[in-house]
């Protein structure tokens, strides 16, 4: 039996990629399927509405369209690099943490939240001092303020806003137990969704092709997707603070000198 039958689901990003292949299979194992997209979901849920996570009035306004009830909650929607940095940091974080703590109220003991960074974000550590200072902003106004602040740490604006969104897991997951609701976020790696035309741009062509997949070749958005919905299934229920790596061992390879590491290697979600 499906955990998902009937429960109330919120998914941003669900026009297409790793978002749009999770509404399909939440659509599929009967949940009541909420979009929200900055383009019509052309796929069938219960609701869809148009979001601009670069503003805090639109998603304020798209809030009031969603149940009061929420039990799961998919953060899917992202901007490559080849957006302005504060753009793309605007939408990969600012607008995910906006979101998902006006959501929250509406989330019983039970309910989830999942993520979507990225394997470009496993440099968290690293920038963890910087974060941690716009992890302190109070809203979305003073995190874009900050932002802008900083070019230099924020730099083109993927690495650091999918670092931003771990660590933001991280510390919020305290917070969010007390209330019984857990928080992960999931790391894709090479993915075939809309933005790999966008990371082939930005990286240049001789780089993407000179990548090394252990496995072979990227993943398909689905098999993103399927980590996503485990991470918010009860079975998950001791599962919580933590980024998942979906990357068919690409991370470890590296890691361990069985492939070559390149700089600035991408995570393509």
Known sequence: MSTYAGKQVVVTGASSGIGAAAA?????????????????????????????????ASIDRAVTALPDHVDALFNCAGLPQTFAPAEVVAVNFLGLRHLTEALVPRMAPGSAIAS????????????????????????????RAWVEDHPDIVDAGYRFS???????TMTRSIDFLGRGIRINSSSPGDTTTPMTSHFRE???????????????????PVEQA????????????????????????????????????SPGLPGTT
Request: proline share 7%; with cysteine; net charge negative.
């Open 24 to 56: 399909e299979l939440l659509n599929a194992e009967g949940a009541i399927v909420h979009a929200l997209d900055i383009r019509p979901v052309p796929s069938a849920t219960a609701t869809s509405t148009i979001v601009d996570l670069r503003d805090p």
């Open 116 to 143: 979507v960074a990225s394997v470009g974000g496993l440099g968290w550590p690293d920038l963890l001092e910087h974060i941690k200072g716009l992890l302190a902003t109070a809203d979305f106004a003073a995190g």
């Open 162 to 168: 999918k670092a931003c969104v771990i660590a933001y």
């Open 202 to 220: 930005f990286y240049g062509g001789e780089f993407w092709n000179s990548r090394v997949l252990p496995i072979g070749r990227p993943a398909e």
């Open 226 to 261: 399927r980590a996503l919905l485990f991470l918010n299934r009860p079975d998950a229920s001791y599962i919580a603070g933590t980024n998942l790596v979906v990357d068919a061992g690409a991370t470890a390879a590296r890691r361990m000198g069985q492939v070559p590491t």
